[in-house]
Nanobody, 126 residues
Framework: QVQLVESGGGLVQAGDSMRVSCESS????????MGWFRQAPGKDREFVAS????????YYADSVRARFTISRDNARNTVYLQMNSLEPGDTAVYYC???????????????????WGQGTQVTVSS
């Protein structure tokens, strides 16, 4: 069983930066591809970024590619999402997700992830 706990959300102004983190329980973290998704009020949960088991492969949604960076520290069982130049449109609940995957795989599809955190609210004011 994998448990994921996000942290680091909050309220910032447009143009600010923020880092959210997600810590995984257990000793299987390096077997997991990790993803970040977000859900704004009244909208579907959407892909933000993903990273393969050892960090060799990363993928981003077009809307965040130039501004967000996903990374991981397998020794700390933690995945990070560094968000720069935040915009009001980035306001959402951010969820991390985990998938037991082959090396080099980091799915963009929500349905491929079996484990989810409880989410952390990120609010960007204009």
């Amino acid at each position: 069983q994998v448990q994921l706990v996000e942290s680091g959300g909050g309220l910032v102004q447009a143009g600010d930066s923020m880092r959210v983190s997600c810590e995984s329980s257990g000793r299987t973290f390096s077997s997991l591809a990790m993803g970040w998704f977000r859900q704004a009020p009244g909208k579907d949960r959407e892909f933000v970024a993903s990273i393969s088991r050892y960090g060799n492969w990363v993928y981003y949604a077009d809307s965040v590619r130039a501004r967000f960076t996903i990374s991981r520290d397998n020794a700390r069982n933690t995945v990070y999402l560094q968000m720069n130049s935040l915009e009001p449109g980035d306001t959402a609940v951010y969820y991390c997700a985990a998938d037991f995957a082959q090396p080099g795989v980091a799915s963009l599809a929500r349905e491929d992830y079996d484990y989810w955190g409880q989410g952390t609210q990120v609010t960007v004011s204009s």
